[in-house]
């Protein structure tokens, strides 16, 4: 069981290293995450972006830009084309949002010519390493689908169990959180989240355990659930929360970081290779913890191949 992030960096050394192509890497806390992460063997990385200013922050960090390829694009648009191109090239495995606008770096995974498209819906999903939680708790999605209906919903369930799959959780456990645990036909989130079981009991999706409706604290807290007597093997034990909707996904995110100082991981699923994706207010630590789950992700991608 993947506890904390030690044993997802442990993963990460046993499974890589891979090739990160950083778009637009001129940031302080991008290169001491990308520094790290050659040191640490987990990634070897090519840095997009305008070469002085690279080389500028690179004096200040201690960092030997020998060890690494830079690709001098300045242009922000530009850089995020190319770095993306160097994956769906096969020059690099993973793809990684440097000092950049989350909508130009998704434009150009989404780019027709160069991007990483499947036709699948992208997600978003966070690791958490919670002081309070045993283990590490995937939450999806916080970021991109604002309101997702049923299918949606299903999809996003699907990357979610894609990341857990990557940190070797062989039957991830995901509730479906609303705000109470019972059905109710005024809250279609409810509605949802039984379907959403009746398709894991029929056999539509597979691969995990889910059940739904939970409420926050039956999902996560065993001794909440047995309390309201809720008997079941995601109860109190999930790996995987899938939120009604981004306001609640983000809330719960911000909630977790500020008040239950957790470490955060964060990945878009659903192109054809992991974009690390985090806020440029995250410190270098969690882009690193975002590198390694990344690394895992690509890794797994190989494996199918």
């Not at 690179?58 to 191109?85: C, Q, R, T, Y």
């Not at 990684?96 to 992208?122: C, R, Y």
């Not at 690193?288 to 690394?295: K, R």
């Amino acid at each position: 069981m993947i506890k904390d992030f030690k044993d997802i960096l442990d993963l990460a050394r046993k499974k890589g290293p891979r090739t990160l192509s950083v778009a637009v890497a001129q940031d302080k806390e991008v290169l001491q995450s990308v520094k790290k992460a050659k040191y640490e063997q987990i990634a070897n990385s090519i840095l997009v972006g305008d070469k002085e200013e690279i080389e500028n922050i690179a004096k200040d960090i201690n960092m030997d830009l020998n060890e690494f390829e830079i690709v001098d694009i300045k242009d922000k648009k530009e850089a995020s084309l190319k770095a993306v191109e160097l994956v769906s090239k096969g020059k690099a495995d993973l793809v990684m949002k440097g000092i950049v606008d989350t909508s130009i770096i998704l434009k150009a995974v989404l780019d027709k010519e160069v991007g990483l498209k499947t036709g699948n819906l992208l997600s978003h999903v966070v690791a958490f390493d919670i002081p309070t939680y045993e283990k590490i708790l995937l939450v999806s999605d916080a970021a991109m689908n604002i309101d997702p209906d049923l299918d949606a919903k299903k999809k996003i369930l699907e990357n979610a169990n894609f990341v857990a799959y990557s940190l070797d959780i062989e039957e991830p456990k995901i509730a479906v959180i609303c705000a109470k645990e019972k059905v109710n036909p005024k809250m279609p989130d409810t509605v949802d989240a039984a379907e959403l079981t009746k398709m894991n009991e029929n056999g539509e999706i597979t691969g995990c355990i889910v059940k739904g409706p939970f409420a926050l604290d039956n999902a996560i807290s065993k001794q909440a659930a047995i309390h309201k007597g809720i008997e079941h093997p995601v109860a109190g034990n999930a790996d995987i929360l899938l939120m009604p909707d981004i306001e609640a996904g983000n809330i719960l995110y911000k909630s977790l970081v500020f008040l239950a100082n957790a470490n955060i991981a964060g990945v878009i699923v659903g192109a054809k290779a992991p974009v690390v994706l985090t806020s440029r207010a995250d410190d270098d630590e969690a882009k690193f913890n975002s590198i390694a789950l990344g690394v895992l992700m690509a890794s797994k991608n190989k494996e199918a191949e």
